[in-house]
């Protein structure tokens, strides 16, 4: 990296003054989440997490100035990057440029039409929604659309309560969300991110409150056919087995005799029990169960009618190693078996239905080369197999099956003692914040993927990365009405 390069995004911090940088985070929040944003004091720790994000590069400075462009800072933009205004404009106008997304570009124009005066109103209007301490007299209004974001009250197909807010506090704001909603509408799909000079940019989805309508940057426009129904109410069950206590398995299995508790693997159980909630299925949660157990257990939802359902979850928080994972008895429970209890002829009423299986476990004693954290693998032994060619089908060959796994065969997962594991966490952050925004699934852990994988296991110098298995025939989306 040149000095040169250091150089001018050194001179662009400097200028910028603490409410613009505020701006910059939030129109920033698509890639770098709230939860990351925090630690973040200065244009240069903002500019240094967008490099690593590779959002901002010496050769790609491409999102920095559209950052530039939407607060206004034209004469940075100008000074130090070499681009004008009416640049900036054209660029926008091309399709698949813009990056910030139309919904945060309008959340953001909102906040800046808003004089000072009206911010205490959009407070008041929220105080039952919102807890007051969570709305203090410092808080800005993108502070607080991050606050309707975290409980679910504002998204890019959640629009009612800023509506109803807007309509209160300000008619004239309610003409941004509307053409914002109107561009979504009448968009050409083949230019589903076209920007339009008005709103400076164009919704990559419809306005419509139904994910089975949206438009999906394919460009193709999703049809009921393509799409997994999501309608019931409770969409179905999710299961958690949340595995803590192994002093069982110390005892009674010798090769098992190190293995420790999972400390910090409640917290994984709350993540799962609220994100679930919130998406409308029905909470069921199992606590150091057996490895037969867990089998008994799933025999009876096997068993169970799911036809007024739309879905199934189960979630397997526990030790485990290459294609199993370990009941609290230290008993093994292969994979395979578990998710096979599922398949349309064992669980007809489930059939043509998602059945999705989150498993935080280790699948390996390897390190993935590439905080106080503890693994949830156990054995150490002195040869460790290598050979991948060997890994066996965790799910049935039947279509509708997903396996969310924390990490790849033969490799160790983390798990940190006072924040929960770092694929499970991911996980329920990545929802939280994507759902509302009408992401399918398979989106969504790409980005789980790509946020696990940069984190670092600094003692060992190794990564981990999980691997998603499906055999899913439609876009499967879960929506929050």
């Known amino acids: ?86 640049e900036m404009k054209k660029e926008l106008q091309i399709p698949s ?33 919102i807890s007051k301490c969570k709305l203090d007299d410092n808080m800005t209004l993108l502070d607080i659309f991050i606050e309707m974001e975290k409980r679910v009250l504002l998204g890019e197909r959640n629009l009612d ?31 589903v991110k076209e920007v339009s000079l008005s709103m400076l940019s164009v919704s990559d989805n419809s306005g419509e ?32 087995f949340n595995n803590y206590d192994f002093s069982i398995a110390r005892k009674n299995v010798s090769k098992l005799h190190n293995m420790k508790d999972r400390n910090g693997t409640d917290l994984d159980a709350e993540a799962l029990h609220t994100i679930f909630s919130m998406l409308h299925f029905e909470i069921v949660q199992y606590k150091d169960f057996t ?17 007024t ?59 993935q080369k590439g905080i106080a954290v503890e693994t949830d693998s156990e054995e150490k032994e002195a040869y460790l197999e290598m050979d991948l060619s060997l890994q066996k089908r965790y799910i049935p060959d039947e279509a509708d099956f997903l396996l969310g796994m924390a990490t790849v065969n033969n490799c160790v997962s983390y798990r940190n003692t006072t924040e929960g594991t770092w694929y499970i966490q991911s996980l329920c952050q990545s929802l939280t914040e994507r759902c509302p925004r009408g992401d399918d699934i398979l989106t969504i852990l790409t980005e789980v993927n790509f946020e696990v994988s940069n984190k670092d296991d600094k003692k060992n110098m190794a990564k981990q990365m999980p691997q998603p298995t499906f055999t899913l025939t439609k876009k499967l989306f879960f929506p929050l009405d």
């Open 1 to 86: 990296m040149s000095m040169d390069f250091n150089n001018c995004l050194y001179e662009i911090g400097e200028n910028l003054n603490s409410e613009e940088v505020a701006s910059l985070k939030f129109l920033s929040l698509d890639y770098i989440p709230h939860k990351k944003q925090e630690p973040i004091k200065d244009a240069l720790m903002l500019f240094q997490r967008l490099q690593d994000k590779r959002l901002v590069e010496e050769n790609n400075l491409s999102f920095l100035k559209e950052l530039l462009f939407r607060i206004g800072r034209l004469d940075l933009l100008e000074k130090y990057l070499n681009t004008s205004e009416e």
């Open 97 to 129: 440029r813009a990056q910030i997304s139309p919904y945060r570009v309008m959340l953001y124009q909102i906040s800046e039409s808003v004089i000072t005066s009206e911010l205490p109103n959009f407070k008041f209007f929220l105080k039952k929604k």
């Open 161 to 191: 309560t800023l509506k109803q807010i807007c309509c209160r506090v300000n008619e004239s704001l309610l003409k941004k969300i509307n053409d914002y909603e109107e561009l979504s509408r009448d968009v050409s799909p083949s230019f």
């Open 209 to 240: 409150q139904n994910c089975e309508s949206s438009k999906q940057d394919s460009g193709s426009q999703q049809t009921p056919d393509k799409i997994y129904r999501m309608r019931s109410k409770p969409r179905g069950y999710c299961v958690i």
């Open 291 to 307: 490895a037969k157990e867990i089998c008994d257990t799933l025999e009876v939802y096997q068993s169970k009618d799911h036809n």
């Open 309 to 367: 359902k739309d879905c199934f979850i189960c979630c397997i928080l526990s030790h485990g190693d290459k294609g199993i994972i370990y009941g609290s008895d230290g008993q093994e429970a292969p994979i395979h078996e578990l998710t096979s209890y599922f398949t349309s002829s064992k669980c007809p009423s489930l059939a043509g239905k998602p059945k999705i299986f989150f498993i935080q476990a280790c699948q390996g004693d390897n390190y």
